[in-house]
């Protein structure tokens, strides 16, 4: 079975410019999370998707956003880049139901903000 | 403040040796811990995982150690190899379908 993949693996954006990116979770899997890893904050939780509604929300300003497919595949936005959204940012998918730890990441996207 | 922390940030291991790398949380209403591996280039992966009803689990050379009383969290692995070193993050769902905190991260090194 193919993991959760991530696409674009690497981006560079300038500070204002926006970015989309996506992730295909495992097939069968009905949840997808995001998670921003910098190494001052660590993995902090953006959002989770299930069934395409936002089910969960990090304490993140309103410029992060996402959604999901019916596909369960899902993007995540963020618009009017910062500085600070430099980070490895890692989705990660579950079966569904009720929320689970044992959630499959896939290998994240590097954002390099300049 | 963050909810979910670590003792150690590095613990460098000879090979063979058992590690232990431990992990505290301060919500006494989390149910729910798990444990990451994460190695460079990779997204954290599955480890182990158990419940506030439990004190011990044991997988494949790893034990998760729950005590409840100190909010104290253990993850032993057990003849630790050189593909064990890696980030290990502990995590916790406080509650219900509230998403994963996780803690900052133990490096873990083997020395061969």
């Known amino acids: 079975k193919a993991g959760v993949t991530q696409t674009p693996r690497y981006l560079i954006k300038t500070r204002g410019q926006q970015v989309t990116l996506s992730c295909s979770p495992i097939?069968?899997?009905?949840?997808v999370s995001w998670y921003q890893q910098t190494p001052g904050q660590g993995l902090q939780f953006l959002f989770e998707y299930f069934s395409e509604t936002q089910r969960n929300k990090g304490n993140f300003p309103g410029r992060f956003s996402g959604r999901q497919f019916s596909n369960s595949r899902s993007e995540m936005n963020v618009s009017t880049l910062e500085l600070g959204d430099s980070a490895l940012y890692l989705c990660?998918?579950?079966?569904?139901?009720?929320?689970?730890?044992?959630?499959?990441f896939g290998p994240g996207t590097r954002l390099t903000v300049t | 403040g963050e909810s979910v922390g670590l003792h150690l940030p590095t613990l460098s291991v000879q090979e063979g040796d058992n590690s232990i790398i431990n992990c505290a949380y301060s919500?006494?209403?989390?149910?729910?811990f798990i444990w990451y591996k994460q190695e460079s280039g990779k997204g954290p992966q599955f480890i182990i995982d158990?419940?506030?009803?439990?004190d011990k689990r044991q997988g494949q050379r790893v034990t998760v150690l729950l005590n409840k009383t100190v909010k104290h969290l253990s993850l032993q692995i057990a003849a630790t190899q050189p593909g064990d070193s890696a980030v290990y993050f502990c995590a916790e769902i406080p509650s219900g379908n509230t998403p994963l905190v996780f803690g900052k991260g133990t490096r873990l090194s083997v020395i061969a």
């Open positions: 919500n006494s209403a989390s149910d729910y």
């Open positions: 158990i419940r506030s009803n439990m």
């Open positions: 097939s069968g899997h009905r949840s």
């Open positions: 990660a998918s579950s079966p569904g139901g009720r929320t689970s730890g044992e959630q499959y």
